[in-house]
């Protein structure tokens, strides 16, 4: 039979969860700010590749330089879509 967990335990086990919560939700506002802004993200991969001395760390920064290419790429691809459409709107408004 299981032991029910004393006072002390249990209050150690919510602040793990709790750390825990609050880890995962630095991360994804990290990962998200690193997508949206490619140049932050940029900045982000950086700091965490090159200043950081623990393996985690380093995969998050190697995480936020990904994340940072593909928002640029998105980026750059909205561009170029925006261009075409202003430039095929504004040959067909001359006809």
């Known amino acids: 039979m299981e032991q ?4 002390e ?4 086990v919510r602040f793990e969860a709790t750390v825990d919560i609050l880890y995962l939700l630095n991360l994804f506002s990290l990962y998200l700010g690193a997508f949206l802004n490619p140049i932050i993200g ?3 991969a950086i700091i965490l590749k090159s200043g950081s001395l623990s393996e985690r760390a380093k995969r998050v920064g190697h995480i936020c330089l990904i994340l940072a290419l593909i928002g640029l790429g ?3 691809l909205a561009i170029i879509i925006i261009v075409v459409i202003a430039v095929a709107a504004g040959i067909g408004s001359r006809f």
């Open 4 to 7: 029910p967990l004393a006072l």
């Open 74 to 76: 998105i980026w750059v």
């Open 9 to 12: 335990e249990k209050k150690r």
């Open 42 to 44: 940029i900045v982000y």
